[in-house]
């Protein structure tokens, strides 16, 4: 007998069984029911005095047999990729009189069925009016979902319920190019900040979380910050909220919800589960942007060590089934289960590329210490993300790579040689840049990198003068650099002069001092580099002997 979903609690098993024969029906593709399904349901809802519901799929095979409403109805995981409909309809009874209720019709929208029909089920038990509804094209003034007027069953056997599907699905192919076209290529995101009393820093949070997603190759068609005293600990931001970005993201023609606050494992899988979207949130973006970006071994291995530790604890699993057994009376049992070698398999890995870092971070300090022998002074260049970091290092060695208007386009620390005047000769190094709320697994997996920003005697701190927000990216570095402990004189860059306003520029030179510099056209590289070396003439070091003809 095939399964039948749904509160079958009290059934006889007769009953069971001739509910579970529906399995063997199948409708045209083309109707919305026939006489004898109409017929046969509406006497066994009768019977049984409780409502059924049937999952079709596109070539009119009943997939599911579920005893209740729709929303008591399981649908099947896999969907139809090719199209931008689910591939499957619902036909369900109403015991007595009445339309499609709202419940009704949000597992229409939210499971984007091809058609939502209902069955009016009579007093005598047979089959009275028929209501049908379908999703409407996603135009912003109409409602998400067309309901058509109740009618005689009969009345609808001639429907064609193929063109009309077709003719939707054509609708939104159109609707899609057209977004396409305005928006631009790429995987089409709604992104979500949360405000539970930060005011202007939820804001800043969600801008910044715009520049991470077009970095990753997303686009971010919608930036939406949700006011909450507090977060849902199941779904965040409520679950009416959740059906408002559901709806949003169909008429966006969105297939990504990316969230500006770290999620729990459980949050993830019931945002996911109610909006069937799929769901990040700025860790995941995070680390994706660094594995976009790695591209030496050490960098690999930091962000894959990264990625894993971010995904051991979200790995579930139920009860028992995840005991481990080992050997000897009373621990035989089914063994290791497939949670349980995952886990191991992730635990293995970590250790492994702990240890691979650990080598890396053995021939780091090595370097250094060669360094520090031939008495050679190291610059370590350091800022927010996106300051120009990479550029200004070119410009004060006339080496290195070009910098990329990205976030983390550097993760490996480059290492050029540069000359001072007064000072002689000194070594550059970039890092990777700050940003607020910097991942733990992060600033664990590149502990080691940041390694080069201890042993700097000096450091450039390169502040983006022309971003809104300058002062508060300021203070995330600064505060950065406190919580690992460096202790180097720091000298201030205002990059990016040349594009920044003047009151603004001379505002951050009152508050915080600096040297104005625009890395991409050159200016002011020279009194960045007179302020380097006045700072590590300060700290004792001694010019090499040719140091004054440079």
Do not use: C
């Amino acid at each position: 007998m095939d399964k039948v979903f749904g509160r079958t609690q009290g059934l006889k098993k007769s009953e069971l069984k001739r509910i579970s024969n529906l399995y063997r029906r199948r409708l045209p593709k083309d109707r919305v029911l026939t006489p004898e399904l109409a017929h046969t349901l509406a006497a066994l809802s009768a019977e049984v005095g409780r409502p059924l519901s049937l999952v079709l799929d596109r070539e009119g095979r009943v997939v599911r047999v579920a005893v209740g409403d729709a929303k008591d109805v399981p649908f099947p995981e896999e969907g139809w990729s090719e199209r931008r409909l689910s591939g499957y309809r619902l036909l369900h009874t109403h015991l007595g009189p009445g339309g499609l209720s709202r419940p009704d019709l949000s597992v229409l929208f939210l499971r984007r069925l091809d058609n939502l029909a209902a069955l009016e089920v009579e007093a005598d038990g047979r089959p009275g009016l028929l209501h049908l509804a379908f999703l409407s094209p996603p135009r912003a003034l109409e409602e998400d979902w067309r309901v058509l007027p109740p009618k005689p069953f009969h009345q609808y056997l001639d429907l064609d319920l193929w063109g009309e599907v077709m003719a939707l699905e054509e609708e939104l192919s159109r609707q899609a190019r057209v977004l396409e076209v305005r928006d631009g290529s790429g995987e089409r995101a709604l992104l979500v900040g949360v405000d539970t009393g930060e005011g202007p820093e939820a804001e800043a949070v969600l801008r910044e979380l715009a520049e991470l997603t077009r970095t990753a190759g997303g686009v971010p068609v919608k930036q939406i910050l949700v006011f909450r005293k507090s977060l849902d600990p199941r779904y965040l931001v409520g679950l009416g909220k959740l059906e408002e970005l559901k709806s949003l993201a169909y008429h966006e023609n969105a297939s990504t919800l990316i969230f500006g606050v770290d999620l729990t494992p459980a949050q993830a899988r019931e945002i996911e589960r109610v909006t069937g979207l799929k769901v990040l949130d700025r860790t995941q973006l995070i680390l994706d942007i660094f594995a976009l970006h790695a591209k030496t071994p050490e960098a690999q291995a930091q962000v894959e060590l990264a990625q894993l530790r971010y995904l051991l604890p979200r790995l579930v699993g139920k009860g028992k089934e995840m005991s481990r057994l080992g050997g000897g009376i009373g621990t035989r049992g089914p063994g290791e289960t497939k949670l349980e070698v995952d886990r191991r398999r992730l635990q293995d890995r970590i250790a492994h590329l702990s240890r691979k870092l650990q080598d890396y971070a053995l021939r780091r300090q090595e370097a250094r210490q060669k360094r520090k022998r031939r008495g050679v002074p190291l610059v370590a260049v350091v800022g927010y993300t996106n300051a120009g970091k990479t550029t200004l290092l070119r410009a004060l060695t006339r080496a290195g790579e070009e910098g990329e208007d990205k976030l983390f386009a550097t993760l490996r620390p480059l290492t050029r040689r540069g000359f001072l005047p007064g000072v002689g000769e000194v070594l550059f190094t970039d890092t990777v840049g700050f940003i607020r709320h910097m991942p733990e697994e992060l600033l664990t997996a590149f502990r080691a990198t940041l390694e080069e920003v201890r042993e700097a005697d000096v450091l450039v701190h390169v502040l983006d003068a022309s971003e809104e927000g300058a002062l508060e990216r300021h203070r995330v570095v600064r505060d950065l650099l406190l919580d690992l402990g460096v202790e180097a004189p720091v000298v201030l860059a205002l990059n990016k002069a040349d594009r920044a306003a003047p009151y603004d520029l001379y505002f951050l030179g009152e508050r915080l001092g600096g040297v104005p510099v625009s890395a991409l056209k050159g200016t002011g590289l020279k009194e960045l580099k007179e302020a380097l070396a006045r700072a590590l003439l300060d700290l004792g070091v001694r010019p090499q002997a040719w140091a004054q003809y440079t």
